[in-house]
């Protein structure tokens, strides 16, 4: 697996916990972060690693 992948499983494991217990529906709350998990995935494939590597 590669890192960005790794990131965002795990930022998407933290905001769902997160926003379940900050009050907003689990169903809600898994959607949001799954919105967020796939930001970060793009963001880390595609500008941040490649940047790195350069």
Do not use: H
Not at 6 to 12: F, G, V
Not at 28 to 52: D, P
């Amino acid at each position: 697996m590669n890192k960005s992948f790794l990131i965002a499983l795990l930022s998407w494991i933290v905001l769902s916990l997160a926003l379940t217990f900050a009050g907003i529906y689990f169903t809600t709350a898994l959607g949001i972060a799954m919105l967020i998990s796939i930001a970060a995935f793009v963001f880390f494939e595609y500008e941040f690693f490649q940047i790195k590597e350069e």
